[in-house]
Every structure is written in C-alpha cells, then in structure tokens.
C-alpha cells in the first residue's frame, strides 16, 4: 500500500484565488496608520472596507480595471506614501482611490500584474491586446489543444 504522504507531496499545490496579496490602510497626514480606512488586494478583487460606526465595504474585480495612475505630493514622498487612483469598468465604483498609503509604486506594480492575471484569465480583450492575442492559439479549456 503506497504511503499517502507521499501521494500528497506529489500533487500540485492549490492556489487559493482569494488570498491577500498586499494589505494596507490609508495613512494619517504624518503617515502613521490611524484610520478607519483599510484595503486589500486579492487575486481576484479590490477591496475597500471604511467606516467605524458605520461600515462601507466596496470590492471592484480585477479584470474590469482599465486604468491606474499614481499621486504622490512633496509631503507623500518624504514620508514614503502616495495615492494610487483605479479606474474601472464596475458599475457601482467607476473610480477607487487607495489613500496615503506606504509603499504605493510597489502595490502599483503589484495591481498591475494582478490585473494583467485576471485579465487573461477571464479572457477579457481590450483594444490595445485585440491585436496581439490570437485566442485560437490558446487552450481555453484546458485540454492541451489550442482553440
């Protein structure tokens, strides 16, 4: 009888979709977290949660981003923070901004990978990739066989 620990060591690790990726909160004018304001990205969303008294969670899916863009004043800069606006295609939430928060071109790049992730995993074309990305050439469903 086969040893099941190693049955277990052989298989692939599963990747759980909605692990953090980057956990932040939006920063004070002298860059010390004390706000009711925190984020965080996942593989597959964007999420907003504020308030004390009364919450307000907002959650935007990575593959409906179509822009980002990062601010960061004098005063951010020397204290290590910026603010990253998303732009997106989501109903509810056109526009999220992630406040003050430390390490912004970092989570920049990181919401930017995420996003092209989620994009190709959804299968979503925009049109600057309608071009370049021939989906008869990829295995859709897995298979092994292109188209």
């Known amino acids: 009888m086969p040893d099941e620990k190693n ?69 951010e800069r020397i204290l290590g923070l910026g603010t990253i606006t998303v732009y997106s295609g989501d109903a509810s939430s056109p526009t999220l901004e992630l406040k003050r928060i430390k390490d912004s071109e970092w989570v920049l790049e990181t919401l930017s990978d995420l996003v092209d992730a989620a994009r190709r995993r959804e299968l979503v074309l925009t049109r600057e990739t309608m071009g370049r990305l021939d989906i008869s050439e990829r295995d859709i469903d897995g298979d092994g066989i292109p188209g």
């Open 7 to 75: 049955q277990e060591s052989d298989r692939a690790p599963e990747v759980n979709l909605k692990e953090s990726q980057w956990r932040g909160r939006k920063r004070t004018f002298l860059g010390l977290p004390w706000s009711f304001t925190r984020y965080r990205l996942t593989r597959e969303k964007l999420i907003v949660d504020t308030g004390f008294w009364s919450r307000h969670k907002e959650e935007v899916r990575l593959f409906r981003v179509k822009d980002m863009c990062l601010n960061r004043k004098l005063v």
